[in-house]
């Protein structure tokens, strides 16, 4: 079956009883609040290519397909991560974000028992829930989305 998690994503199996078994962490960006909730041109064949527009656009569309799985699986647990601009390659040395900092929340949701983290389908930045834009918390987007996404590709969502 194909994976439907993308490279941005971690999974992991969790043992015991009392706790989801899967937990999908989805990279997303503050910057994807700057997306405009578009699904008309996906692959920007139509479209004069706009980096930043595309990486929000793209950002916006990580975010709901987190949710539409969280929602669609509820064994998963399934959340979207901001975690700020970090001094990492992509982000330059002048980034204001260390990389522990940047990092800590994702890796707080794949691995923690704590009550806080056995959540899904929420919007993280810095070990805080925030609001995500309101395109990728809306079950009607986020089932366009994978619609889409299933047209794009050939790949239809499987049922866990």
């Known amino acids: ?13 969790a043992d015991g009883a009392d706790q989801a078994s899967h937990r999908l962490v989805y990279l997303s960006s503050g910057l994807h ?12 064949t ?19 397909l987190a949710f539409a799985l969280g929602r669609r699986w509820p064994q998963v647990l399934s959340n979207a991560v901001d975690p700020g601009w970090a001094r990492t390659k992509m982000g330059g040395a002048g980034a204001p974000v260390d990389l522990d900092t940047g990092q800590r929340t994702q890796a707080w949701l794949a691995t923690s028992d704590e009550p806080a983290a056995l959540v899904s ?3 993280w930045h810095h070990l805080r829930q925030e609001q995500p834009a309101s395109e990728a918390a809306d ?12 047209e794009l590709t050939g790949v239809a969502l499987p049922d866990w």
């Open 46 to 64: 139509k479209r004069t290519w706009d980096a930043a527009k595309a990486y929000a656009e793209s950002k916006l569309h990580v975010v709901a």
């Open 121 to 123: 389908g929420r919007y």
């Open 33 to 44: 609040r700057g997306g405009d909730g578009s699904l008309s041109d996906l692959d920007w």
């Open 1 to 13: 079956m194909p994976d439907p998690r993308g490279k941005h994503s971690c999974t992991v199996y």
């Open 139 to 150: 079950p009607e987007f986020q089932d366009q989305l994978i619609a889409k996404l299933g």
